[in-house]
């Protein structure tokens, strides 16, 4: 799996804007942008991380046993 910092480079972008087009954020990017990052992401075979929401349930459960 290749990192954030890979793609943006490839896309020519900093690694907030990538960053924000591949979570899907709500943020003002332009599509020429948002292709350049996709099409830099799919090069590099990028796959979202799993998501922490285990663990955080787990760690509510923790806090809430206090």
């Known amino acids: 799996m ?3 910092v890979e793609v943006a480079r ?3 972008v900093a690694v907030s804007t990538a960053s924000r087009v591949l979570s899907g954020a709500n943020h003002p990017i ?7 990052v996709m ?14 929401a285990p663990w955080s349930r787990r760690t509510a459960a923790w ?3 206090w």
Request: net charge positive; hydrophobic share 45%.
């Open 2 to 4: 290749s990192s954030l």
């Open 10 to 12: 490839a896309a020519g």
């Open 30 to 36: 332009s599509a020429k942008t948002r292709a350049k």
């Open 39 to 52: 099409a830099a992401a799919s090069a590099w075979s990028t796959r979202p991380a799993p998501s922490p």
């Open 63 to 65: 806090w809430a046993s």
